[in-house]
């Protein structure tokens, strides 16, 4: 009889263990969530004497997911593409859930804003509105739609990139 409980009792009081653990965040590194994760790549960038917080996006993946999927972005917060020099990329609103400002962003200075781009949902891929960079650029900051009159952003403000 000792026998058959002892391995039930054990696997009992290795999950209760395991729930404690957990609910204390001392497991947090082998199960991160979604608000660590999107914190792991920031960085500050600054317009004019304004902060923001960027997500940075530097590869291939990063940025084809973008902002896809998000219900929403912090108020002072956006995704910063990072781009090699010379780079003229396109972009749109596949999967993206909340409307934006695209600022175009090359040798340190806005050099254009697309203003209110909203989310085009259930629309076939070939048919989504493209947006494309005026000449080369080495960033795109996406923000909240919105975020560039609120601030008063305007073309040729100056831009930096806090490391």
Known sequence: MFKSLFLPLIAVAVFITFVGLL???KLNNFFPSKATELTVNTKILKINNLQIDVELAKTNIERAKGLGGRDKLGENSGMLFVFDDGSKPTFWMKDTKIALDIIWINDKKIIKIDKNVQPEIGIE???????SAPSSINYVLEVNAGFSDKN??????????IE
């Not at 008063?152 to 990139?161: F, M, W």
């Open 23 to 25: 609910s204390q965040g």
């Open 125 to 131: 891929d070939s048919k989504l509105i493209r947006y």
């Open 152 to 161: 008063k952003l305007e073309i040729g403000d100056s831009v930096n990139l």
